[in-house]
Nanobody, 128 residues
Framework: QVQLVESGGGLVQAGASLRLSCTTSDRPPSNYAMAWFRQAPGLEREFVAA????????YYADSMKGRFTISRDNAKKTVYLQMNSLKPEDAAVYYC?????????????????????WGQGTQVTVSS
């Protein structure tokens, strides 16, 4: 079982950057994929980006392309989410997720119900 711990959230001003980290308890098996989702109050959990652990193949929600970048460091067993030009509407709890055998179909990987393992989340607040 994979345990995930997020960090890096905080309060920033609009236009600032922030990097979130998700550290795994053990290096995930090669077939795993990792992802970031976010959830604002009263809204459903929203897909942000995903990355395949071994190949590094990335997937992004269309609205996140260009401002957000997902990456991983195998040696540190950590996945990152670099967020630039933050907007107040980016404020949410950001969750890290892991899933074995992830389908490359957008309808699959963008659905939070398809992901098995979750971290506790880290709060991101963006002031205007």
């Amino acid at each position: 079982q994979v345990q995930l711990v997020e960090s890096g959230g905080g309060l920033v001003q609009a236009g600032a950057s922030l990097r979130l980290s998700c550290t795994t308890s053990d290096r995930p098996p090669s077939n795993y994929a990792m992802a970031w989702f976010r959830q604002a109050p009263g809204l459903e959990r929203e897909f942000v980006a995903a990355i395949r652990w071994t190949s590094g193949t990335t997937y992004y929600a269309d609205s996140m392309k260009g401002r957000f970048t997902i990456s991983r460091d195998n040696a540190k067993k950590t996945v990152y989410l670099q967020m630039n030009s933050l907007k107040p509407e980016d404020a949410a709890v950001y969750y890290c997720a892991a899933e074995p055998y992830l389908s490359s179909a957008p309808s699959y990987y963008s659905n939070y119900k398809r992901w098995t393992y979750w971290g506790q989340g880290t709060q991101v607040t963006v002031s205007s």
